[in-house]
């Protein structure tokens, strides 16, 4: 294999190179092939798509697209759960230093212009009027929770419009379930191609950012304090998590995937990772953007199709059917099929 190293082949599972892509699609139709012909493609082992055949080690055997979509969609979980870990305790660190910037200012007799608590919302609309009218190129915001109510578009639209009309570029991320609401799709279809808009599962908390010079972010769980953040590092980091979550994100105008997994759609996937780490009901509404009746409802249909009659089974059940996000050795080589309520299996 010399002369193949990692150096002609920098990608991962998610992209083959072409070589790799023949190689690996040769060996999901044959079932296996012999080991010589992989000499070409190192990377299909490194990355664990082709290992030996233990009856045969002169021959391969691939790795089930199956288990390999599964990995990338754990991939994308882990780095997700990572960016949000980050950002939170981003916002803690800047409610901390905007605790220090207070007292400064108390002795000072002035404000600090990096780090601005906007205490009340007719201050915190104030600030962001004032922002979006020095706006000339980009805005970025994210939008937490589920469908985006009516009155909740219309606060924010006099400043979308304005953007518009100077040709401003936005992108909007949201949750998964803000699909589901005409009045976004409304208030996007308005916007045209100036606003570009993609969702995922979870994403952190409210942020909005313009021409990477300001950012604002809530202070407080009720938004009746918000963060007006100049300084360039901290921007620069908000900058850099939106960019992370955006490239992660799934386009609205494009369906969610498949789950790969009989009877189970993407939400109840969602629902079934939360349920294994250990969160109650009204953290997995709150994180989902859904409410606590509705997550109890999925939770039910997610119980009934896995066949399970306690919770505890349940968690048992997830773990057994692959939906729990934690690595795996093996995965099935078709849709993975759960035992229903009549299965002998389900009792």
């Known amino acids: 294999m010399a002369g193949h190293g990692a150096d002609e082949h920098p990608h991962g599972a998610d ?17 296996r092939l012999p080991r010589r012909d992989a000499d070409s493609v ?17 021959w391969l055997v691939p ?24 950002v939170g305790s981003a916002v803690e660190a800047f409610e901390w230093y905007a605790g220090l910037g207070r007292q400064i200012q108390t002795v000072a007799g002035a404000e600090g212009t990096a780090i601005r608590v906007l205490d009340g919302l007719a201050r915190i609309q104030a600030a962001m009027d004032e922002a979006t009218q020095a706006c000339t190129t980009e805005v970025l915001t994210v939008q937490p929770g589920g469908i985006r109510r009516e009155h909740e578009l219309s606060e924010g639209l006099h400043r979308a419009l304005a953007l518009r ?8 991320l949201y949750t998964h379930v803000a699909r589901h609401g005409q ?64 490239r992660l994100a799934i386009p609205l105008t494009v369906p969610l995937p498949d ?17 294994a780490e250990g969160h109650q009901d009204a953290v997995i509404a709150e994180r989902l953007g859904i409410s606590v009746r509705t997550a109890r409802a999925h939770i039910a249909r997610l119980s009934e199709t896995l066949g399970a009659t306690s919770r505890t089974q349940l968690g048992v059940r997830i ?3 692959g939906l729990d996000g934690s690595p795996r050795g093996t995965a099935p080589a078709a849709p993975v099929r759960v035992p229903g309520p009549e299965s002998p299996t389900a009792r």
């Open 15 to 31: 992209r083959l190179c072409a070589a790799g892509d023949r190689v690996y699609s040769r060996a999901v139709r044959r079932g």
């Open 42 to 58: 190192p990377c299909l082992l490194e990355l664990a798509l082709l290992h030996p055949d233990p009856d045969d080690m002169d």
């Open 63 to 86: 790795t089930s697209p199956q288990e390999v979509m599964t990995r990338l969609l754990r991939g994308v979980h882990d780095e997700v759960s990572a960016s949000q870990r980050r």
């Open 165 to 172: 009309g100077r040709g401003v570029r936005m992108r909007d």
């Open 183 to 246: 009045g976004l799709l409304n208030y996007l279809e308005l916007m045209g191609d100036t606003v570009e808009a993609r969702t995922l599962d979870e994403v952190v908390d409210r942020l909005i950012l313009f021409d990477r010079t300001v950012a604002f972010v809530p202070a407080n769980t009720e938004r009746t304090v918000a963060l007006e953040l100049r300084h360039p590092a901290l921007v620069a980091y908000l900058v850099t998590v939106f960019e992370r979550l955006w």
């Open 259 to 275: 789950t790969g997994i009989e009877g189970i759609s993407h939400r109840e996937q969602s629902i079934a990772a939360l349920l």
């Open 319 to 321: 773990a057994q059917a």
